[in-house]
């Protein structure tokens, strides 16, 4: 029974943060898409804010997502990127990909909001 709980408990961790991954991925895209057509809007701040907040998050963690420490305390092999609902190959690189493409993103937004 015990392991039953575990399993709903490991689902629910993952649903939720494969929630909370989908929305960091939308966010950091619109950053970019704000920055390429100028579109300095409330969803500019949302998504701005919601960057933040994560970022305050995983660095007041220990550079770790305190959902991946729950996971793997609810029995996730991984215990790391890979306890979304997304197949590893598609959450393999996301500090790389969607690193690189928030940077392009923040960069654009600097050199709109300077000229």
Do not use: W
Request: charged fraction near 10%; glycine fraction near 10%.
């Amino acid at each position: 029974m015990e392991a039953a709980v575990h399993r709903g408990k490991l689902a629910a961790v993952k649903t939720i943060h494969t929630f909370i991954y989908v929305v960091m991925v939308v966010a950091i895209f619109y950053i970019l898409y704000a920055a390429i057509v100028g579109a300095f809007g409330i969803l500019l701040y949302i998504s701005l804010g919601l960057l933040a907040l994560e970022s305050i998050v995983f660095v007041g963690s220990g550079m770790k997502c305190p959902l991946t420490a729950l996971a793997k305390q609810y029995g996730d092999p991984k215990g790391y990127v890979g306890d979304t609902l997304f197949p590893e190959r598609c959450t393999k690189y996301t500090f790389r990909v969607f690193g690189t493409i928030l940077l392009i993103g923040l960069l654009l937004l600097l050199l709109n909001v300077a000229t």
